[in-house]
């Protein structure tokens, strides 16, 4: 596509619940991250995707938080048993190749709200 | 670690004045460094990045940023601030010699620049 593509823009979901975020990472772009942003707050690193290697998922706040890609296609950021303090903003990133000189490129995010 | 600092919450300017907001920055090796733009409800939007080479870096919207080695910093500047950069930016770094890891991002600067 022509960007990266998240879904869904908005999700209110209750406490205890378990919610699914996806992003559709630009077309051929190896490198993948998530990030969360609190109202008002800078963002937070989660997890980055980078081809075939392990992923680094040093950000990840808590094991209630997961994620996984298949490839160099689309990834999914899983919540479990959502708290409130997760209500943020969850933003993906892809950027084109391997090499720390590329930018990434982002999604309009999803807004999450726990209530 | 790498970490990245924003020293200035919020930056307020009169149009057709310079603008400067300030980043800094730790790395354990060389930076390649980032400047991001977050407009009111809109995603992430890349400006300019530093890799190699000149010190002064050009990028979108008129913007420039420095690269100053001795004090570690990469300080976002403009000539002449316009009422429309009024948005959010977000300083990020990441090692030169450790391509395998994410972006990191400082808590950002809210411009405001008043008419």
């Known amino acids: 596509g022509a960007g990266v593509s998240q879904s869904p823009s908005n999700k209110v979901t209750e406490k205890g619940k378990d919610v699914e975020l996806r992003c559709d990472p630009i077309?051929?772009?190896?490198?993948l991250y998530w990030y969360r942003q609190r109202l008002g707050q800078g963002l937070e690193f989660l997890i980055y995707?980078?081809?075939?290697?392990?992923?680094?998922k040093s950000g990840l706040p808590s094991d209630r938080f997961s994620a996984e890609r298949t490839g160099e296609s689309v990834s999914t950021l899983t919540i479990q048993r959502t708290q409130q303090e997760d209500s943020a903003v969850y933003l993906c990133?892809?950027?084109?190749?391997?090499?720390?000189?590329?930018?990434?490129?982002f999604g309009q995010g999803t807004r999450l709200t726990v209530v | 670690a790498q970490s990245v600092a924003q020293p200035e919450d919020q930056v307020n300017v009169a149009e057709g004045n310079p603008l400067t907001v300030k980043c800094t920055y730790s790395?354990?090796?060389?930076?390649?460094l980032f400047w991001y733009v977050q407009y009111p409800n809109r995603g992430l939007q890349f400006l300019l990045k530093?890799?190699?080479?000149?010190?002064l870096v050009k990028g979108s919207y008129g913007f420039e940023a420095e690269f100053n080695k001795s004090q570690t910093s990469f300080h976002l500047k403009k000539p002449s601030a316009l009422v429309s950069d009024s948005a959010l930016y977000f300083c990020?770094?990441?090692?030169?010699?450790?391509?395998?890891?994410?972006?990191?991002f400082g808590k950002g600067t809210t411009l405001s620049v008043s008419s």
């Open positions: 990133a892809s950027s084109l190749r391997e090499g720390a000189n590329t930018e990434a490129f």
């Open positions: 077309s051929g772009h190896t490198a």
């Open positions: 995707f980078q081809g075939n290697s392990a992923p680094d």
């Open positions: 790395v354990s090796g060389n930076p390649y």
């Open positions: 530093y890799i190699t080479g000149d010190n």
């Open positions: 990020a770094v990441r090692d030169i010699n450790q391509a395998g890891t994410a972006l990191i």
